[in-house]
């Protein structure tokens, strides 16, 4: 029912920067929040960063003061921009959404992107 595809991954060296894309197929105003996630080989999915409908953004100690979520609802899309990027930031990134007052939804609806690699050599 609802589609997330994220876009922006790559290789980089440590320091450099790069920006995260989620797009989404329904309003994500109507998403009680969304989230990015990481994961490597071997470990479970990470919660790295998390905004809310009404704006509030929390973030993984590792990684505050570094990236930063944010939306578009204009353009149904998450954004995390990531910043002096370290080898430890390597994996697989994930959006995630939590939606129940989306258009065209008839009930609350949770949904996975299908991940963007992000690699950062040291």
């Known amino acids: 029912q609802v589609q997330l595809v994220e876009s922006g991954g790559g290789q980089v060296p440590a320091g450099a920067s790069m920006r995260l894309s989620c797009a989404a197929s329904?309003?994500?105003?109507?998403?009680?929040?969304m989230s990015w996630y990481r994961q490597v080989p071997g470990k479970p999915r990470e919660l790295v960063a998390q905004?809310?409908?009404?704006?509030?953004?929390s973030y993984t100690d590792s990684v505050k003061g570094r990236f930063t979520i944010s939306r578009d609802n204009a353009k149904n899309t998450v954004y995390l921009q990531m910043n002096n990027l370290k080898p430890e930031d390597t994996g697989t990134y994930y959006c995630?959404?939590?939606?129940?007052?989306?258009?065209?939804?008839?009930?609350?609806?949770?949904?996975w992107g299908q991940g963007t690699q992000v690699t950062v050599s040291s």
């Open positions: 995630f959404g939590d939606f129940e007052f989306s258009p065209g939804l008839t009930s609350r609806t949770t949904a």
């Open positions: 905004i809310t409908t009404g704006g509030s953004t």
């Open positions: 329904v309003k994500i105003s109507g998403a009680n929040w």
